[in-house]
């Protein structure tokens, strides 16, 4: 059983800072990428970062280039997000998301956290 947690979110001002991170649990047979995805209120969830683990290459939304910074912790099987310059459009939900397989057997399919909020507001 393969679990994300995901930790960090919470209430920043305009221009301020928060890191996300995102703990995983279980054992993967083989995990192809990591990444953030966000949904804000009457939209659909949409693509932050993303870590090509079999590329090794980091691709980011345009709205988040410059600001966000996607980083791996192999050591602690983490992912992490740190956000600078914050603001009000990027409050939303943030979601970790796992794309892989748990046995060679299995398909290739999405893993999800729970989620957590982050609110960018004055």
């Known amino acids: 059983q393969v679990q994300l947690t995901e930790s960090g979110g919470g209430l920043v001002q305009p221009g301020g800072s928060l890191t996300l991170s995102c703990a995983a649990s279980?054992?993967?047979?083989?995990?192809?990428?990591m990444g953030w995805y966000r949904q804000a209120p009457r939209k659909q969830r949409e693509l932050v970062a993303v870590i090509s683990l079999m590329v090794g290459s980091t691709h980011y939304a345009d709205s988040v280039k410059g600001r966000f910074t996607f980083s791996r912790d192999d050591a602690n099987d983490t992912v992490n997000l740190q956000m600078n310059n914050l603001k009000p459009e990027d409050t939303a939900v943030y979601y970790c998301?796992?794309?892989?397989?748990?046995?060679?057997?299995?398909?290739?399919?999405?893993?999800w956290g729970q989620g957590t909020q982050v609110t960018v507001s004055s």
């Open positions: 279980g054992s993967f047979f083989r995990i192809s990428s």
């Open positions: 998301n796992a794309r892989g397989r748990t046995t060679a057997a299995d398909p290739t399919r999405d893993y």
